[in-house]
Nanobody, 120 residues
Framework: VQLQASGGGLVQPGGSQRLSCAASGTFFRITRMGWYRQAPGNQRDLVARISSSGSATFADSVRGRFTISRDSAKNTVYLQMNSLKPDDTAVYYC???????????????WGQGTLVTVSS
C-alpha cells in the first residue's frame, strides 16, 4: 500500500487548510485511515483517524476544529483543519491499516509526510 499525501504549506493563524491522502497498490481492504503529526522535538501523535464504518477519533487538541472524512471508493481520507493555531505546526503523516488478503492480519502503512506551518 502506498499513501500519497497532498496539501500542507503555510497558513495564517485562524485560517483553514485541507489535507488529502490517497491509498494505492494491492490490498483487500483498508480498515482505517488517519493522520498523525510530529513537531520538532516531539513524538508523533495521533491527530484524527476514521474507521471503515465511519467512526472517527480526534486528539483533544484538535476536537471541534478539525474534521476527518473518507471516500472509500477512492481510498482517500481528508483532514479539514479550521481555526489553525501556531501549535498545529508540524509534519503531518498519513496512516493506514489494511488487509492484504481476506486471510491476512492488518498491516500498517505511512505516507511521506507533509509540512503544515501556521504563522503570520
Amino acid at each position: 500500500v502506498q499513501l500519497q499525501a497532498s496539501g500542507g504549506g503555510l497558513v495564517q493563524p485562524g485560517g483553514s487548510q485541507r489535507l488529502s491522502c490517497a491509498a494505492s497498490g494491492t490490498f483487500f481492504r483498508i480498515t482505517r485511515m488517519g493522520w498523525y503529526r510530529q513537531a520538532p522535538g516531539n513524538q508523533r501523535d495521533l491527530v484524527a483517524r476514521i474507521s471503515s464504518s465511519g467512526s472517527a477519533t480526534f486528539a483533544d487538541s484538535v476536537r471541534g476544529r478539525f474534521t476527518i472524512s473518507r471516500d472509500s471508493a477512492k481510498n482517500t481520507v481528508y483532514l479539514q483543519m479550521n481555526s489553525l493555531k501556531p501549535d498545529d505546526t508540524a509534519v503531518y503523516y498519513c496512516h493506514a491499516r489494511a488487509l492484504r488478503s481476506p486471510w491476512s492480519s492488518e498491516s500498517e502503512y505511512w505516507g511521506q509526510g507533509t509540512l503544515v506551518t501556521v504563522s503570520s
